[in-house]
T-cell receptor, first 113, second 114 residues
Framework: NAGVTQTPKFRILKIGQSMTLQCAQDMNHNYMYWYRQDPGMGLKLIYYSVGAGITDKGEVPNGYNVSRSTTEDFPLRLELAAPSQTSVYFC????????????FGPGTRLLVL | AQTVTQSQPEMSVQEAETVTLSCTYDTSESDYYLFWYKQPPSRQMILVIRQEAYKQQNATENRFSVNFQKAAKSFSLKISDSQLGDAAMYFCALKEGGSEKLVFGKGTKLTVNP
């Protein structure tokens, strides 16, 4: 199993550009999450999904959108990138029988200039 | 509201010795879970140990153990026989039973000296 994978590893965006951060898991987990980690801080939840077709907002959803068309994939869309979105983004997943244990991907570092 | 506080921004320990990282939390729920995650320079978040609030026994995973003081809302991590590979940021996290959100502390940077 590859676990949770994320692409790209690093990206530089110009202000106002858009991009999609990819996340995939091969563990057949129903639950998937997107977090951001700002320098010197812990992670904050952006969006989460409890299954294909079902998503919900987390703590800091503004400026982001998500979709979940399959169990495996949970892309995060940034529209009109702003410097405040410079961060490291982590995707995570968990299974229905153990929602509490989240498995994280390696992260995507995003720099908005 | 859920909060997690890690009061030690940095800690250091000599190789082979023991170190304890502190964490306090706040929640109004009786059903919750506590976690310690390790984040090495690679940035990968690695689960170290978890504790269910309803369990009185402290969780243990090899060299890692916790001291869970429910009344004091304290959840410290003890690392025994510290190894160079233990050097990392350590995050304490809280998840309420009815919520999908993990709430993280700001982290403690652990340095292991040879």
């Amino acid at each position: 199993n590859a676990g949770v994978t994320q692409t790209p590893k690093f990206r530089i965006l110009k202000i106002g550009q858009s991009m999609t951060l990819q996340c995939a898991q091969d563990m057949n987990h129903n639950y998937m999450y997107w977090y951001r980690q700002d320098p010197g801080m812990g992670l904050k939840l952006i969006y989460y999904s409890v299954g294909a077709g079902i998503t919900d907002k987390g703590e800091v959803p503004n400026g982001y959108n998500v979709s979940r068309s399959t169990t495996e994939d949970f892309p995060l869309r940034l529209e009109l990138a702003a410097p405040s979105q410079t961060s490291v983004y982590f995707c995570a997943s968990s299974r229905s029988g153990d929602r509490e244990t989240q498995y994280f991907g390696p992260g995507t570092r995003l720099l908005v200039l | 509201a859920q909060t997690v506080t890690q009061s030690q921004p940095e800690m250091s320990v000599q190789e082979a010795e023991t170190v304890t990282l502190s964490c306090t939390y706040d929640t109004s729920e009786s059903d919750y879970y506590l976690f310690w995650y390790k984040q090495p320079p690679s940035r990968q978040m690695i689960l170290v140990i978890r504790q269910e609030a309803y369990k009185q026994q402290n969780a243990t995973e090899n060299r890692f153990s916790v001291n869970f003081q429910k009344a004091a809302k304290s959840f410290s991590l003890k690392i025994s026989d510290s190894q160079l590979g233990d050097a990392a940021m350590y995050f304490c996290a809280l998840k309420e039973g009815g919520s999908e959100k993990l709430v993280f502390g700001k982290g403690t940077k652990l340095t292991v000296n040879p």
